[in-house]
Structure formats: C-alpha cells, structure tokens
C-alpha cells in the first residue's frame, strides 16, 4: 500500500468515528444553513460555537472536527469570524486531509467572505495559503491592484478589485485547464491555466497570511471553505446567497463606550505560569468618567482585555493606576468565542460575574514586549 492510501485509510476510519458520534442524536449539532453545497473538504462555519472549522463528506454532513490556531493579532469575532491585524490562523491537521482530497481531483475552489481593512494596501496581504516550509501550492492575495490568485509561489493571475468597507462573497474555482471568478455569487472572469491544474502536496490551510507569518492581510474573514472541485456558476451563485442568508439574522453586540480612569488592575501570569495557553486576559476596573454610548449607572465597571497574545506579553499590562482611557466594550456574555479563554482574576480573590470585554481602545496602542 502506496504511503497516501495509507494516510487516507487511516483519516477515513478517524473520520468514521467521529460520524458517528455526530450521527448520535444524543450529541449531533444541528445541522448548519452553511455550506449549501455539500463536497467541501474544509469549511468554517459561521456563527457555530459547537463545531466551527470541519471537514465534509459528499453528502454534506460532518465527517472531522478540527482546531483552528490564532497567530499573533488575530481574533476569533462572537460569530467565530476571524479578525486578521497583523495576524492570522492555521487550521491545524486539516492540512493533510485537505491535500490529499484536492490532489485526487486535480482541481479546487476557495470560497471565503471578506471585509478588507483596506482597499488599496501599498504591500501585498495573503487572504489564504496552502502552503508550509517547503512551499506554496496556491493563495489568494490582495494588494493594491485588488484579489488576485497566486499558483505555486510564482503565477499570479488577477481576478478583481475591492471595495472598502463593504464584506465581499469570492469564489475562486481551478479546473484542471481553466480558472473562474465570482464576486457575490455573480461571474466576474475567467481563463486558462497555463501550466495546466494545480499539483497540491499535504500543507497546511493558512488564513491571514503567509504560511511564515509574512504578507500579513488586514481585514475580516468568514464562511471560508476548500471544495476538491470546480464550482459552477450556478453553485457559486448558491453558496453567495445562503451565506448572506445566515449573516442576515445577526444581532450586534450591546455596545457601552466611555472614558474612564484606571481604579485597579488584576496581576498578570507569566508566561512560564500559563503554559500551554499562549494568550491571557486581564481583568481591569475603571471609574467611569463619561459615558460616551450606550448606558452604564455604575461607577465603576470591570473590563477584560488581552494581556497576552501569541506568547507575548502587551504593554497594557504593565499600565500603572490613574491611566486614562476611552473605550468601546461589549458584555462578555455575548461572546461565546472567549469562554474557553485564559484570564487573571483581581489579587483579592473577587471573581465579577458580569464582566465587559474591550472591544477596541482609542487612546493607546499595544504592541508586544
């Protein structure tokens, strides 16, 4: 037996397993609106807190669950959509599955909504990889020209351009002779592939950037899936459409915006101390000088905010009592992303039970030490 029918043998009877668990009315999650098409060997779900990255059989249901790792300034959002500032995300052991799929076929699509952070960005941002130390099988770029398709490290094809602050749904299909575009489920491109289909190794899914970290891309990602096949006009149409169905019914978050001062400040770990975490948040209380939006009574009011990202400590940690601020936070309830986080409790022992999260903060910018 060939090494890859191995591997493969080996990934089907994993993937069996977990069917059948998710076939187990006991524990199945229910069925998720996205994606419509059945086929993808990878998808990440949108706003599904129970099983948000997976791989798919041909019948649309779930076949593995996989670990979705953040890498330097990036952010899961309370809809599981992935925040990329300078950093970005590996979707860990999809890699191999991913590969092999798309190497059989001879063919892929990437499939994504995107919000760039900015249109025009004077260097290159790597949307998605599939690549690792050895190599790039192919990307999605944006640079200042808009998206383009790059293919073994090298050929760049350009699709279209993009538009500032408006999510965009791409379809980008590779036949074995022929590539496709679709802007919102619309044709917008198409020609041949010179050197013929895409050969894929087993790399890994990179979202954000490049596979090293480099070519970081600013912006918001989601609904991002890997078909081992070449979408049609009338399948990108329908994945475009029911993905703007399931962030139609989206509510914001309750948003509370203030200047304040700093009361006191929990102690933040080590990094030695949170081992294997790579990533903290720090309790913080502020006196509310001025509300700014939304409605805060209190006094005082106790804010989450990361201390620790990628194993780096920020400089916020180090804030001294009587830092000024204005901020923009949310109910840590209404972000189900974070439950599972890390975080430093005040010295006292007092555990808040209804703590905000700071969304963003205007007044200083953090970088790692």
Known sequence: MRRTDLMEAIWV???????GVMANPAVAA??????????????LRDGNPVT???ALDAKGRDLMAFNCAARGRSLLGRCHELFCDGGSFVATDAGTWIGMQVAKSGMFTFEATLLPAVVSPTTTGVVLAYADDQGEDAALVQDKNGLSLRLGGAQLIPLFAL???????????CGKNQWSAYRDGKPCGSGPLAAGGPAWGTRQLVMGAAWTGAEPWHGRMEAVAVFPKALSAGEAAAQ???SKQLRAGRKPASIIRFTGTLVRQAKTSELKDIRPYTRSLTAVEYKVEKVLAGEWKQ????VLHWMIMDGKRLSIADREVGATVQLSVEPLNEHPELESCRRDEMTDGELVTNPFYCESEASTKDTPK
Do not use: E
């Open 13 to 19: 009877l994993m993937a069996g397993l977990w069917l």
């Open 240 to 242: 475009a459409a029911s």
């Open 30 to 43: 229910q069925a998720p609106g996205w994606p419509k098409l059945p086929g993808a060997v990878f998808a």
């Open 163 to 173: 538009d500032a602050a408006k999510p965009v749904h791409i379809v980008i299909a």
């Open 299 to 302: 006094p005082t009011i106790t």
């Open 52 to 54: 948000p990255v997976v």
